[in-house]
């Protein structure tokens, strides 16, 4: 099963290469930041080839990424792994991130413009007390 998120190429990591038994690999990660009413970051993992197409995204970018998860044990203690299937540009994306952030802040404070309720005043607040209350509070 696979899933799909899209968001923010919020940082890309350092890559990292090695050796073992079925030859060279290249490994790097990067954070994607969700959009939302509660956004998230996910930090995935980009295998050889993906990691060098990796290489061509800019930090700011909007992407859409598909992703496997998968959690393995070690040692009585369990990992899990997000591991890039897929990853493309949004649609109309832009390279400058100063005009996303304007214009996501923009959106931002039009779409979630709220009325304040107005200031209380003296006959909101409740009667006095009198002496006939026998409570202690």
Do not use: C, H
Request: charged share 25%.
């Amino acid at each position: 099963m696979s899933y799909e998120a899209s968001g923010k190429l919020f940082r890309i990591l350092q890559e990292t290469t090695g050796s073992g038994a079925n030859g060279p690999w290249t490994k790097r990660e990067f954070v994607i930041e969700t959009t939302g009413e509660y956004p998230k970051k996910i930090a995935v993992t980009a295998w050889n080839d993906k990691a060098v197409a990796l290489g061509q995204m800019r930090e700011g970018e909007t992407i859409k990424v598909t992703f496997d998860v998968a959690s393995r044990e070690y040692n009585n203690k369990w990992y899990t792994d997000v591991r890039l299937i897929r990853m493309e540009k949004a649609s109309g994306s832009s390279t400058n991130t100063s005009q996303q952030t304007e214009n996501r802040n923009s959106s931002t404070t039009s779409s979630n413009t709220r009325q304040t309720p107005p200031p209380y005043t003296l006959n909101d607040a409740p009667p006095a007390a009198t002496e006939e209350d026998d409570l202690p509070f």
